[in-house]
Structure formats: C-alpha cells, structure tokens
C-alpha cells in the first residue's frame, strides 16, 4: 500500500492537477469564422465611417472659404474697390480680378475645364445641367494657394437682372452675380453638393444659393444646389440618408 500511494503521488496526481489543451482552443473553423464575422462587420462600417469624416472635411473647408469671401468683400469695400462699384455689367472677368487683389492665388484661368483651376465636374446624381446652367460653363476662375478653387459670374450692380435663369437657384431673391466654390480644387470628387458649392453675390457680400422648395430633397436626389445652404445653416448631412 506504501508503495502505492507513492507511485500515485508522483505519476497520477500532477497529471490530474494540469488544465486541459483541449478546453483552451479554438479549432480552425471556429477561428475562420471569426476572422469572417469580423470582416463583414468592418466592410460595412468602415466605408461609411470614412465617408462621413470626408463629409465633414468637405463642410468645415466650405464654411472657412465662405467666410473667406465674406471677409475680402469688405477688405474691397473698405478700399472702396468692391466689385459693385467698378465693374461694369457681366463683366466676369472684372469680378474674378477684384477678388483676385485680395486672395493669395496660384492660377487664374479663362475657359471650360478642365483647366489649372478647375476639373471636369457634374452635379449631384451625374446631372451636368441646373436650368440653363452647366457646372462646366467657361467663367473666368482662379486657384488659391490653400487649394480651394472659385468661379465667377457677374450679373449686374443693382442685384435686379431677373432674364437670366441663375437667379431661381436664389428662389425669389434677385442677386448680383454668383461663384462656384470647389473645397479641394482639382482633387475628386468634383460634384456639387459635396465639394462644389454655390455662393450668391450681394451688394455687400455672399450667401448660400438653394431651392425655394423641398431644400433638402434637392440636396439628397436632385442637383445639389441646396447643400450650399444646408451645410452652412445645419453644419452638414449624410448623402447615404433617404
């Protein structure tokens, strides 16, 4: 019996006491299936995660150039050079220069796109027309330094011209001309309503253009001319809702 227990002690008893390997692991399937799970999970969050910081990238660059602009009106007015005052009607190429006085620009280019300023671009939803107006129009345009592109369509002084058909994307309100913003300049995606917006010009300086009617609808399935005042006036949106 001494014997025994002796030999139980030293070759039973510490194999009783070790944790099973059989318990701890995962089999090849289990772990396969896991890695699946996870890549699912990612593939469906992961680009929509990405493309609302994109969005906000897209809006928080939008609100800076639109104070920008804001902010080199009254620079002109206070050197009493403002656009208003010393261009004559439809001058686009006047307006573009004025501006151009007071911005830090790298190009300043005449013509369609694609050019040094500006890439072929379409409207949300791949519409290339709003109206009589088509986003790739040759109006005088420039580049600046921070990479932001502008466009430039001058009406007239007494913000009244009521013939051209630009002036229903302000509603009701008549304006004296207009710019087309592209947040990135020729950087992708190049489509209103993401990174292109557009600005109406006052006689004392620039606000959002939108639609009158179902702002928001235009912004998720038309043009995307409203976004210009949804992301200033709500601070952005998500292009995926319904």
């Given at each position: 019996?001494?014997?025994?227990?002796?030999?139980?002690?030293?070759?039973?008893?510490?194999?009783?006491?070790?944790?099973?390997?059989?318990?701890?692991?995962?089999?090849?399937?289990?772990?396969?299936?896991?890695?699946?799970?996870?890549?699912?999970?990612?593939?469906?969050?992961i680009p929509t995660l990405m493309s609302k910081i994109q969005e906000k990238r897209y809006t928080t660059q939008y609100k800076k150039i639109f104070?920008?602009?804001?902010?080199?009106?009254?620079?002109?007015?206070?050197?009493?050079?403002?656009?208003?005052?010393?261009?004559?009607?439809?001058?686009?190429?006047?307006?573009?220069?004025?501006?151009?006085?007071?911005?830090?620009?790298?190009?300043?280019?005449?013509?369609?796109?694609?050019?040094?300023?500006?890439?072929?671009?379409?409207?949300?939803n791949n519409q290339v027309r709003y109206y009589k107006m088509n986003v790739n129009d040759g109006w005088p345009s420039l580049v600046t330094l921070?990479?932001?592109?502008?466009?430039?369509?001058?009406?007239?002084?007494?913000?009244?011209?009521?013939?051209?058909?630009?002036?229903?994307w302000a509603g009701t309100l008549r304006n004296c001309g207009w710019v087309q913003v592209d947040t990135n300049g020729l950087n992708a995606p190049?489509?209103?309503?993401?990174?292109?917006?557009?600005?109406?010009?006052?006689?004392?300086?620039?606000?959002?253009?939108?639609?009158?009617?179902?702002?928001?609808?235009?912004?998720?399935?038309?043009?995307?001319?409203?976004?210009?005042?949804?992301?200033?006036?709500?601070?952005?949106?998500?292009?995926?809702?319904?």
């Open positions: 019996m001494k014997s025994n227990y002796k030999k139980c002690l030293v070759s039973v008893c510490p194999n009783a006491l070790l944790p099973s390997k059989k318990i701890l692991a995962f089999t090849l399937a289990e772990v396969l299936i896991t890695l699946g799970i996870i890549g699912i999970v990612a593939a469906m969050t104070s920008e602009l804001n902010q080199t009106m009254k620079m002109l007015e206070n050197d009493e050079s403002s656009p208003i005052t010393m261009c004559k009607s439809f001058d686009d190429t006047c307006f573009r220069d004025q501006f151009a006085t007071k911005m830090k620009i790298s190009h300043s280019c005449n013509g369609a796109p694609p050019n040094k300023c500006l890439a072929t671009s379409t409207f949300l921070s990479g932001y592109s502008v466009k430039f369509r001058y009406h007239r002084a007494d913000c009244n011209f009521v013939e051209d058909a630009e002036t229903a190049n489509i209103v309503g993401k990174d292109i917006f557009f600005l109406a010009f006052m006689q004392d300086g620039f606000i959002p253009y939108y639609e009158t009617d179902n702002k928001i609808n235009d912004c998720y399935k038309g043009t995307g001319i409203s976004c210009a005042s949804i992301r200033i006036n709500n601070g952005g949106m998500h292009f995926s809702d319904p």
